[in-house]
């Protein structure tokens, strides 16, 4: 009776997911305004109902940006919201989409350069919500063998919906994390660029604890370990939410990293993206409980 029971949630489950690509497929088409005035309502619906995920953006940037009054701390934290409603919908175009579209809407600037020749290469992409466009952005300005990491949907037809649409474009490899680094830096070794997202907090196992705006954050530290293993330069991106579409930027290489010291190169990520969250605080993954894990001794930050 359980396992039937179990079944039939799967199967609404899987049935909700095929629904959702579907809609997707409708969305394509709209003129950007219009799925961009949807996606602001969306946001400021779901900034009155999401109360959890409201309370533990607010935390966030209180612990992040204590200086800051309170009012504009509110005013990132809707903004976030509709940010993440925004770049959601967004993915009908992205991934549905003529190619000549998707060129015209996202845009590749900054040091280019730095794709040119087959020097491995780990671009710093942090958890902005245009990740997904600056992740297009890469493959449709190069033909250089692209791999990134990311975790698993619980629904099975999102999940094969977000692999399928990050794979669109050029050699795209997606892995799961518990495929382990040996295909991450063969592909590096053999010239090929990694997108790495690791600015979120994956517990206490394998991290190091260093500061993010002046707060211990439980940090994986595999941007240094990865650059050091597959002898590659590291480049940071951050895309950018414009109102004709996305704008993917990307740093000249980070001299002298990375270093013999994992955790001060952890610590100098860290900084770097706090450079880069302050060029457009509302456009960051407040949502995520970055100070989930605290230090031995420490109390939690989170009610």
Known sequence: ?????????????????????????????????????????????????????????LRNLELCFPQVPPRQRRRWARESFVAFCQTWLDRSWLWFGPRALVERRVQLQGAVQELEGDTPTIIFAPHFYGMDAGGLALPLRTSRAFTSIFSTHPNPAIDAWLRAGRQRFGDVRMLNRADGVKPIIANLRQGGLLYLLPDMDFGAKDSVFVPFYGVPAATVPSLSRFARLGRAKVVGMFTRITPEGYVAE???????????????????????????????????????RRFKTRPPGEPPVYE
């Open 1 to 57: 009776m359980m396992q039937q029971q179990e079944k039939k949630k799967t199967d609404k489950g899987s049935l909700g997911g095929h629904l959702g690509v579907a809609f997707m497929h409708v969305l394509a088409p709209l003129p950007l305004p219009v799925l961009r005035a949807l996606g602001w309502g969306v946001g400021q619906v779901l900034y009155v109902l999401a109360a959890q995920r409201r309370k533990i953006a």
């Open 250 to 288: 990307l740093t000249p290489a980070w001299p002298n990293f990375p270093s013999e010291d994992v955790e001060a190169d952890t610590a100098e990520m860290n900084r770097r993206l706090q450079s880069y969250i302050d060029t457009m605080p509302g456009q960051y993954y407040w949502v995520h």
